[in-house]
């Protein structure tokens, strides 16, 4: 990534992304790349944003996805600032910063990202290709609930889209997104039609 310490990088793609592959594959390493491609590209839209700590927040933010799912992103920041190899690049308050910013990517987050690197990294990890975020859920389902009938896992992704995605939903977002945008229209499109939703569904996922 542009302007990001080669050494941090090569750091990471050592030790933190080898990790990923113990995730679902909702969350695996192809979707904290979509984070960090998407977290640069927000940078723009703030000031003094430094991209160490942008990359390395985005890198970290699902690392304790298959540790515990409900409490991943607490976790993935203790793993972050317990990685004492991260003390070479960072300052002490650069690390609280990085920490926090994981802590806060969740969509259900109660309240607003502490740093505008919270707000980055939450607002680039929502989905923009709705076909992407129901093979993302069905592997969540898939890995997560595998006693689930077909027919129960189509009505937990229903559900889960209507409270994520819905015109109501909890997925927070903090900048300006044309893409985020268009796919919440989408998305909305699908939840007035329930009988639509599940026939997309189960044709993206080979139900």
Sequence with gaps: MQNVNPELIS?????????????????????????????????????????????TAAAFH??????????????????????????????????????????DHRASLDGVPRSDYGKIISSADRSTDVDDFLRRTHAY????????TQEEAVSRAYTHTFEK???????GHYVQDEEYSLFRETVNSLLKDKEKFNERYKEINGI
């Design 11 to 55: 750091y990471i793609q050592k030790y933190v992304f080898p990790q990923y592959e113990k995730n679902d594959g909702g969350h695996s390493l192809d979707h904290v790349e979509y984070v960090i491609r998407r977290s640069f590209t927000f940078a723009e839209q703030f000031e003094s944003i430094d991209a160490d700590m942008l990359y």
């Design 62 to 103: 699902d690392i304790a996805h298959h540790i515990d799912k409900k409490n991943h992103e607490k976790l993935s920041a203790e793993i972050f600032f317990s990685t004492r190899e991260m003390e070479r690049f960072f300052t002490a308050e650069q690390r609280l910063t990085v920490k926090e910013a994981i802590e």
């Design 141 to 148: 389902t898939l890995k997560h609930f595998p006693a689930c």
């Design 165 to 171: 995605y819905g015109e109501m939903g909890y997925a």
